[in-house]
């Protein structure tokens, strides 16, 4: 009988910190779901800075790598 009421207490402290955790999950979900203007013109900048600073280098060695195997093959472009 002891053993069973203090299963009982344990089962009734877990759901209580798994009820704060719930909250706690639903309020972040919350907060990402809310994006201001400026979290948007942020995110639109840092894309833009990844594409010229990264992609836009990629695109340009892959693009020319190919035209010089062309040439070496022959094609005219």
């Known amino acids: 009988m002891d053993q069973d009421t203090n299963v009982i207490q344990e089962?009734?402290?877990l759901k209580q910190?798994?009820?704060?955790?719930?909250?706690?999950?639903?309020?972040?979900?919350?907060?990402?779901?809310?994006?201001?203007?400026f979290r948007i013109f942020l995110d639109a900048v840092g894309s833009l800075?990844?594409?010229?600073?990264?992609v836009g280098p990629i695109v340009v060695v892959v693009v020319g790598v190919l035209m010089v195997a062309a040439s070496w093959l022959g094609m005219v472009f």
């Open 49 to 54: 800075l990844f594409g010229l600073i990264v």
């Open 11 to 13: 089962l009734q402290e």
């Open 17 to 37: 910190k798994v009820g704060h955790l719930e909250d706690l999950l639903t309020e972040q979900a919350n907060k990402k779901e809310k994006a201001g203007p």
